[in-house]
């Protein structure tokens, strides 16, 4: 069974960071694409950012651009997105999801239908 387990949320002041966790279970962490969503309330769902593990490359959405940073360790079956500079609008439930096997680059950072697993989330709160 495949599980994704996010950590690493909580609230920040406005200009801080984090480091989101999206620990992986139940699959090869060979062959495969990690991103980063997220929801705040109201809105729909954006796409953060993506990460292949074929090439390493990733995508980014333009809003994040240059403040995060997506990273894996497949040694620890982890995908992180270390996030700096944030911002109030960052506040949101911020969802990892997993396809795998995965071959070639990073999927578009807004590509969430070609994912099938999903974590539950965990909350960024940037107050201002």
């Known amino acids: 069974e495949v599980q994704l387990v996010e950590s690493g949320g909580g609230l920040v002041q406005a200009g801080g960071s984090l480091r989101l966790s999206c620990a992986a279970s139940?699959?090869?962490?060979?062959?495969?694409?990690i991103g980063w969503f997220r929801q705040a309330p109201g809105k729909e769902r954006e796409g953060v950012s993506c990460?292949?593990?074929?090439?390493?490359?990733?995508t980014y959405a333009d809003s994040v651009k240059g403040r995060f940073t997506i990273s894996s360790d497949n040694a620890k079956n982890t995908v992180y997105l270390q996030m700096n500079s944030l911002r109030p609008e960052d506040s949101a439930v911020y969802f990892c999801?997993?396809?795998?096997?995965?071959?070639?680059?990073?999927?578009?950072?807004?590509?969430?239908?070609?994912?099938?697993?999903w974590g539950q989330g965990t909350q960024v709160t940037v107050s201002s």
């Open positions: 999801a997993a396809v795998s096997p995965w071959f070639g680059r990073a999927p578009d950072h807004n590509s969430a239908n070609v994912f099938g697993f």
């Open positions: 139940g699959f090869t962490f060979s062959d495969y694409a």
């Open positions: 990460i292949s593990s074929s090439d390493g490359s990733t």
